[in-house]
T-cell receptor, first 115, second 110 residues
Framework: KAGVTQTPRYLIKTRGQQVTLSCSPI?????VSWYQQTPGQGLQFLFE???????NKGNFPGRFSGRQFSNSRSEMNVSTLELGDSALYLC??????????????FGPGTRLLVL | ELKVEQNPLFLSMQEGKNYTIYCNYS?????LYWYRQDPGKSLESLFV?????AVKQEGRLMASLDTKARLSTLHITAAVHDLSATYFC??????????FGEGTQLTVNP
């Protein structure tokens, strides 16, 4: 069974630009979550999507947005990039949302560098 | 606001020794996860703990959960070099999002 895939794996952008990251969950998984990992702030929750609806959102500015498609694939977008947005962005999927014991399976991540 | 604290944050140990990583959290929850991350890699699920007193073991790692104390432990028995990695605990308190600890960077020396 294929795991969670993320594209691209590496990205370099400049301040002010925008970026779109893509995540394909494990087949049959309908919930997709996004996390940001930085050395200073650690792992922080961005948002979760289930059945094309955003279920929960973390404490990030509106520049961070996402969406989910009918095939459960998800994208996240960051507009007007800032240097502090440099991070590893991790996508995680699980079969359902809100179920006890549902492990979130993480993808390899997209490493974004903002110059 | 839920806070999850791990200690120690850095752990250097010799092969063959035992040690415990502690994970304290601030809000009642009975869903706790342990993940492992190798340098430059993603997160690998290790354990899911869902009830007070839950204990899970896999190889040289054993995790436990005490929901009354809001404490989980990850015990390492007879460490080997392959266990060198960063270990994260994460609490699911809303059924929707994980709040992670800072991570414990473990180095096992020969």
């Amino acid at each position: 069974k294929a795991g969670v895939t993320q594209t691209p794996r590496y990205l370099i952008k400049t301040r002010g630009q925008q970026v779109t990251l893509s995540c394909s969950p494990i087949s049959g998984h309908r919930s997709v979550s996004w996390y940001q990992q930085t050395p200073g702030q650690g792992l922080q929750f961005l948002f979760e999507y289930f059945s094309e609806t955003q279920r929960n959102k973390g404490n990030f500015p509106g520049r961070f947005s996402g969406r989910q498609f009918s095939n459960s694939r998800s994208e996240m977008n960051v507009s007007t990039l800032e240097l502090g947005d440099s991070a590893l962005y991790l996508c995680a999927s699980r079969r359902l949302a809100g179920e006890r014991g549902e492990t979130q399976y993480f993808g390899p991540g997209t490493r974004l560098l903002v110059l | 606001e839920l806070k999850v604290e791990q200690n120690p944050l850095f752990l250097s140990m010799q092969e063959g020794k035992n040690y415990t990583i502690y994970c304290n959290y601030s809000t009642t929850s009975d869903r706790l996860y342990w993940y492992r991350q190798d340098p430059g890699k993603s997160l690998e699920s290790l354990f899911v703990l869902l009830s007070n007193g839950a204990v899970k073991q896999e190889g040289r790692l054993m995790a436990s959960l005490d929901t009354k104390a809001r404490l989980s432990t990850l015990h390492i028995t007879a460490a080997v070099h392959d266990l060198s990695a960063t270990y994260f605990c994460a609490v699911d308190w809303s059924g929707s999002r994980l709040t992670f600890g800072e991570g414990t960077q473990l180095t096992v020396n020969p």
